[in-house]
């Protein structure tokens, strides 16, 4: 291999692989060196070249090498299609952003309005956990690897994640406008409780996990968000999202109230309000 010696550019040339000089027989550069080519003008004179033919270094012939000045800004002017190409492609590498980093499989980000109620629907029995979060918020950051840590001591929990900064919309119309918001929902139960928690009361989190994950029976479909929460995401129109409210239907087994219970005895003797209704005409 050679060897740079100070700042002369001076490198020792290999014993094999050696061309000869045309002139003097003697060997003059060596094997071409990727990124370093020779000038034979720097030897202006016999005197200066015959010097570094009889120069020796460990019993090698050195000679003047100069290295080539490469313009490198020939590759840094890469058209932005070939970037996003070579993006596409994998070709450059993609570093995951702290709120991708440590996911775990009954972790799901949110990607419309449509898709929280969707997810909620789809969960049936199973506790769902509504994850409210910013890129910019660093309790959020901060929290987050211990969220990961409990969605994966929690496997038979689901998590999902709302990025605010993307659905602030969203977020306004259920009312969110504290950061990080967690929200628990279960089945047919619906809402089971909503807090804010920081890195500093990770212990709310902790006993609402206690508490929500034990196995209950819950009748019915899963309610998900509320009637009035639904309506105000419909009536949103920054949001694509369409609710139909679901008819009442009235409850056979309710009990009747006063008023009705007033008026019913009043029609009970027919012929007693129409004599009343006639005096009073007479009269």
């Not at 070579?86 to 070709?91: E, K, N, S, V």
């Not at 996911?103 to 994850?131: C, H, R, W």
């Not at 089971?192 to 709310?204: D, P, R, V």
Request: proline share 5%.
């Amino acid at each position: 291999m050679a060897k740079v010696l100070g700042k002369t550019s001076i490198l020792s040339a290999c014993d094999h692989s050696q061309k000869k000089n045309k002139k003097g027989g003697g060997s003059l550069y060596s094997r071409r060196i990727p990124g370093i080519c020779f000038k034979e003008d720097r030897f202006t004179s016999l005197k200066m070249k015959s010097m570094a033919l009889r120069c020796d270094f460990n019993g090698q012939r050195v000679v003047y090498l100069e290295r080539k000045i490469v313009d490198t800004r020939r590759f840094l002017q890469v058209p932005l299609k070939v970037q996003l190409n070579q993006i596409r492609t994998g070709l450059i590498g993609k570093t995951p952003k702290w709120w991708e980093t440590g996911l775990q499989p009954n972790m799901k980000e949110v990607t419309s309005a449509q898709d929280l109620v969707d997810a909620l629907f789809d969960a049936g029995y199973k506790l769902v956990i509504l994850d409210f979060y910013s890129p910019a918020c660093g309790g959020c950051k901060a929290l987050f690897p211990k969220t990961c840590q409990l969605a994966k001591m929690n496997p038979d929990s689901q998590f999902l994640q709302v990025n605010y900064e993307e659905h602030k919309s969203m977020c306004y119309s259920l009312n969110v406008h504290v950061l990080p918001f967690f929200r628990f929902y279960r089945g047919a139960q619906g809402r089971l409780c909503q807090f804010s928690c920081t890195n500093a009361t990770i212990q709310k989190f902790k006993n609402a996990l206690a508490k929500h994950t034990t196995d209950q029976c819950s009748l019915g479909p899963a309610k998900g968000l509320d009637e009035k929460e639904l309506l105000a995401l419909a009536a949103n129109k920054d949001l694509s999202f369409t609710y139909k409210p679901k008819p009442v239907q009235p409850n056979p087994y309710r009990v009747p109230a006063k008023k009705d219970i007033l008026v019913s005895k009043t029609c009970l003797n027919p012929k007693e309000s129409e004599g009343k209704t006639l005096v009073g005409a007479g009269g």
